[in-house]
């Protein structure tokens, strides 16, 4: 074990969290990197920041956002309906907010990643557009949000639906083009690949050189997600 988290503490891998369970982790996983998996319930509560104190100084630490706002709605930083998009933003807000209170704890950077699936009928290179319009808006030095690449069959509220955003070669070439950085789950790569009958190997040369965060699971099929490696 202890070879196993050497090699991980080197190459700087680590394992999702909650905030409720971080401690217990923490101290059996001890790989010194961890990835904050958030609710919106604990986005929004006044005791988000009582972890910070709790962080070894010494940890490198990340933030995943919810996928979901409070009643049953994706987070949509660019929605149409102003009441989403403003709630979306809120949340946001407030996890960059977390995010830079960790920052000063550790002294070093706390990316945050994103499930941005939402199109609300547009056209793909409209919504991408706006999208990093904001979320370049809000980035900074210490803190950067990374959209995840996702799968065309995402598992939301119980069920499986298709997204048409952040899975395709066309967001590929949009990308790459505009060399932006994303996080790249490779388990939501391969799902998707295999929608588009196409290689995952040759879709992660394409975006190797964007990759500023890294998702690690197996897949199987165009569904079946986070299976272990």
């Given at each position: 074990d202890q070879k196993i988290f050497n090699y991980a503490r080197k190459n700087y891998i680590g394992i999702p969290v909650r905030l409720h369970d971080y401690s217990y982790y923490s101290n059996i996983i001890k790989t010194s990197t961890y990835e904050f998996h958030l609710s919106y319930g604990e986005v929004l509560s006044k005791?988000?920041?009582q972890v910070v104190d709790s962080i070894d100084s010494n940890y490198l630490i990340s933030l995943h956002l919810p996928d979901y706002l409070p009643g049953n709605k994706i987070i949509d930083p660019i929605s149409e309906n102003k009441s989403d998009r403003n709630d979306s933003?809120?949340?946001?807000?407030k996890a960059l907010d977390?995010?830079?209170a960790i920052s000063s704890r550790i002294?070093?950077?706390v990316p945050i990643v994103g499930s941005f699936s939402q199109t609300?009928?547009?056209s793909r290179n409209e919504v991408l557009d706006d999208l990093f319009d904001y979320i370049n808006s809000n980035e900074s030095s210490e803190i950067n949000i990374y959209p995840q690449w996702l799968p065309v069959y995402a598992w939301y509220f119980g069920g499986s639906v298709k997204l048409e955003l952040f899975n395709s070669e066309n967001d590929i070439n949009y990308l790459i083009?505009?060399?932006i950085n994303i996080c790249l789950d490779l388990c939501h790569l391969a799902?998707?690949?295999k929608y588009f009958n196409a290689d995952w190997r040759d879709w992660?040369?394409?975006l190797k050189p964007i990759i500023g965060h890294f998702h690690f699971a197996d897949a199987q099929g165009v569904d079946g997600e986070g299976l272990p490696i």
């Open positions: 005791d988000l920041h933003r809120l949340l946001i807000s977390f995010a830079k002294n070093n950077s609300n009928n547009r083009k505009n060399s799902l998707s690949a992660y040369s394409k």
